[in-house]
């Protein structure tokens, strides 16, 4: 009897992580790994300013509109087309929320969803070829 239970339960925990690897990210991943490639950006661009023209650059595209990288959410990410790819990655297209202070903009982006040796995912834009 204690063998056939510890063959159920190794089964089921084997069938749990099994199952949890095939999983693609979940919603939240996603939302974080775009949100984290649209902050890693803005903040090339202002360490690229501030390089070229120090604090006042920075403050410069501030008051023309460009916000601070913190201040950047993804919101309401749905997916559009996704393709599992061979080596566990995704190819998707996404439409989400770009909310700044200054208010909010839907787009629609193509990504290569990378799964990395940490456990986390990372967003790749890409255009998708036609062919």
């Given at each position: 009897m204690y063998t056939r239970r510890l063959l159920v339960a190794t089964l089921v925990a084997l069938f749990a992580l099994t199952a949890g690897c095939a999983r693609g990210p979940s919603g939240d991943d996603l939302r974080a790994a775009i949100q984290a490639n649209v902050r890693s950006d803005l903040?090339?661009?202002d360490?690229?300013?501030s390089t070229l023209g120090g604090d006042s650059a920075v403050h410069l595209l501030r008051a023309l509109g460009s916000p601070d990288p913190k201040d950047v959410r993804v919101e309401h990410v749905t997916v559009l087309e996704q393709q599992r790819l061979d080596d566990g990655d995704y190819d998707m297209r996404v439409r989400y929320?770009?909310?700044t202070p200054n208010g909010s903009d839907t787009?629609?982006?193509d990504l290569l969803l990378e799964?990395?040796?940490d456990?986390?995912?990372?967003a790749v834009p890409h255009e998708q070829s036609d062919s």
């Open positions: 903040s090339k661009v360490s690229l300013a929320d770009l909310v787009l629609t982006r799964h990395r040796d456990g986390h995912w990372r």
